[in-house]
């Protein structure tokens, strides 16, 4: 199993331009999350899924939408870039099967808004 | 309301000292706890979880953790520490279910001097 993963690793974007981080996991996990990071912080939670097509924000989800299409798959989208979403932003993922809820962490992206 | 936190925000130890690092939380109902460790440059892995039975927890490592339910804390400790630990060390706690959201500390930086 590769686990978590997420692309791009690193991005660099203007402020008003759009991207989207991709997040994928092959262990047929119901929950996904999206983390931030900022330096001398915790994770903030901005968005989790609890299953396919359904979603729920978090903490700070100003700013971000996410979609769950597929059980493997959770894109976080930034419609207009902003400074303040300058951060390394991680994905999440847990069975959900019981009551083990160790969370899987991908390696993360580095996104800095210039 | 629900929050962690780690009172040590940076902690300086030289090679072979012990390690204790503190966590404290705040939430109501049966807790899972867990601690999380990032070294530079990678992604946030588990270093132990607690979730019911003998409050004191074996990690990898050689990390242990000792879950006092008077004092709402989960602390982190390792006898003689080695340089390889330099990292960020977070704590967290969710509810009971796989359904409960994850809360993080802010982190504490360990560095080990040589």
């Known amino acids: 199993n590769a686990g978590v993963t997420q692309t791009p690793k690193f991005r660099i974007l203007k402020i008003g331009q759009s991207m989207t981080l991709q997040c994928t996991q092959d262990?047929?996990?119901?929950?996904m999350y999206w983390y931030r990071q900022d330096p001398g912080m915790g994770l903030k939670l901005i968005y989790y899924?609890?299953?396919?097509?359904?979603?729920d924000k978090g903490e700070v989800p100003n700013g971000y939408n996410v979609s769950r299409s597929t059980t493997e798959d959770f894109p976080l989208r930034l419609e207009l870039a902003a400074p303040s979403q300058t951060s390394v932003y991680f994905c999440?993922?847990?069975?959900?099967?019981?009551?083990?809820?160790?969370?899987?962490f991908g390696p993360g992206t580095r996104l800095t808004v210039l | 309301a629900q929050s962690v936190s780690q009172h040590n925000h940076h902690v300086i130890l030289s090679e072979a000292a012990s390690l204790e690092l503190g966590c404290n939380y705040s939430?109501?109902?049966?807790?899972?706890l867990f601690w999380y460790v990032q070294y530079p440059g990678q992604h946030l892995q588990l270093l132990l979880k607690?979730?019911?039975?003998?409050?004191l927890v074996k990690g990898i490592k050689g990390f242990e953790a000792e879950f006092i339910k008077s004092k709402f804390s989960f602390n982190l400790r390792k006898p003689s520490v080695q340089w390889s630990d330099t990292a960020e060390y977070f704590c967290?706690?969710?509810?009971?279910?796989?359904?409960?959201?994850?809360?993080f500390g802010s982190g504490t930086r360990l560095s080990i001097r040589p």
């Open positions: 999440a993922s847990i069975d959900g099967g019981g009551r083990d809820n160790e969370q899987f």
């Open positions: 939430y109501g109902g049966t807790v899972n």
């Open positions: 607690y979730f019911s039975g003998d409050p």
């Open positions: 899924s609890v299953g396919a097509g359904i979603t």
């Open positions: 967290a706690v969710s509810g009971y279910s796989s359904a409960s959201k994850i809360i």
């Open positions: 262990m047929n996990h119901n929950y």
